[in-house]
């Protein structure tokens, strides 16, 4: 085990280095026209290369047009996408960061509204704005909730063509430039909507039995790795829990974990919830690392290495559970969006002194100058 802390210790996977083992996890921005990436998602993403994380995710990204959650979804479903997101990706490579990308399809919880236009189905007073509801896919026909659209169900040959859409997107993402993909299998959208026994209700090999329900994942899993290359890694975001009677369970996140890694998954990104209601609505109790055990136990039983996420806010907090061998990899989010400095300022809240070589020089530079001109005034005051 490294002397200093394990957080700030690099960790290799396949032909990739992080430097260390901060992630920013993927979070929505919901700020894309047409899909397309733009200044905001580049300076959202650049500042958390900036603030020293190891590995930054993009958000979910649309691998087809309707698999979007809202209108302002990043997409991936056309060349035109490429060269936005190869900017960014760009960037946070020459400042030290690994660049990752969350490929996705919302399934039945696409056409939904932004969440500060309300979070709930696309209605008249987004229609009002320009922003129309789209039909929605699943597994099956059942909504999410109450008042939600119906979704229709996906035929044989639509899963044919949504399979293309998730090649076609891998290809996209490796001409765009980043380094680690993530299939979003997680928080309802429409690959967790095919694992979990509550939403798909299909007579065919894709549904009833766990082995049919985790089909489409399994086969989508497979196909990325085709063209996804041999020395880059691959994550799969997996709800660990639906946190809903009947629904999927650790032990199901377990047995998926087993049957991912032999297809080349190496990192399983343990969330919980959102099958049901948005995927803010908390399912699952919520305290400070509340996802860590699903984490330890899917790491523990599968043997694959895991990330974890979900209310990570203190340095220590972070070292503890990579101490404790609960997870690899820390995902930080909200935290992030607070202060996308994180990894700068929990290297130094966990003592690594190397006199501010982690900050970018223009502003390494100048602390460390300061700090070292402080110290003898700082000595004399005492
Ligand atoms: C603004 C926002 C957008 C999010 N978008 C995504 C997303 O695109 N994909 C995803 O898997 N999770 C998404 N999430 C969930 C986060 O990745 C993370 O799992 C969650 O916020 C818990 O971590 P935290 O407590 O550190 O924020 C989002 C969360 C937030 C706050």
């Not at 650049?46 to 990043?74: K, M, P, S």
């Not at 602390?367 to 110290?375: E, G, Q, T, V």
Request: aromatic fraction near 8%; include cysteine; proline fraction near 6%.
């Amino acid at each position: 085990m490294p002397q200093g802390p394990l957080l700030f210790s690099p960790y290799d996977i396949r032909g990739v280095r992080l430097k260390n083992r901060v992630v920013i996890s993927p979070m929505c921005q919901y700020s894309a026209v047409d899909g397309m990436a733009g200044d905001w998602h580049f300076a959202h993403l650049a500042r958390f290369a900036l603030g020293g994380a190891g590995l930054v995710f993009a958000e979910a990204t649309a691998v087809e047009c309707n698999g979007r959650i809202t209108h302002g979804d990043l997409g991936i479903w056309s060349d035109a996408h490429v060269e936005p997101l190869k900017r960014i990706a760009t960037f946070l490579k020459a400042h030290g960061a690994v660049p990752a990308i969350q490929l996705a399809h919302a399934g039945r919880k696409a056409s939904m509204q932004r969440p500060w236009h309300g979070n709930g189905p696309l209605d008249d007073t987004d229609r009002a704005r320009g922003e129309d509801v789209w039909p929605v896919i699943a597994p099956s026909a059942i909504p999410m909730d109450a008042g939600w659209l119906m979704p229709q169900a996906l035929t044989l040959d639509e899963i044919g063509r949504l399979r293309a859409s998730w090649k076609a997107a891998t290809q996209r993402s490796i001409d765009a430039g980043f380094e680690v993909l993530e299939v979003h299998g997680a928080h309802g959208y429409l690959l967790h909507e095919f694992l979990s026994p509550l939403s798909n209700q299909r007579t065919d090999r894709y549904g009833g039995s766990f082995d049919n329900r985790i089909r489409l994942a399994l086969e989508i899993v497979s196909d990325v790795r085709s063209v996804w290359p041999a020395d880059k890694p691959l994550f799969f975001r997996v709800s660990s829990v639906d946190g809903v009677d009947g629904g999927w369970t650790v032990e199901d996140s377990i047995a998926l974990a087993r049957q991912l890694g032999p297809l080349g998954v190496d990192v399983m990104d343990c969330s919980s919830g959102g099958l049901l209601g948005s995927a803010t609505a908390a399912r699952v109790k919520r305290y400070p690392g509340f996802q860590v055990p699903y984490a330890a136990a899917i790491r523990r039983e599968s043997g694959l290495p895991t990330m974890t996420v979900g209310l990570i806010l203190e340095p220590q907090q972070a070292e503890d559970i990579l101490r404790q061998g609960e997870a690899d990899l820390i995902a930080i989010g909200r935290e992030a969006l607070r202060n996308p400095h994180w990894t700068l300022h929990a290297e130094e809240a966990l003592g690594v002194d190397n006199e501010y070589a982690s900050w970018p020089v223009q502003t390494g530079w100048w602390l460390d100058k300061r700090k070292k001109s402080l110290a003898p005034r700082l000595e004399a005051h005492r």
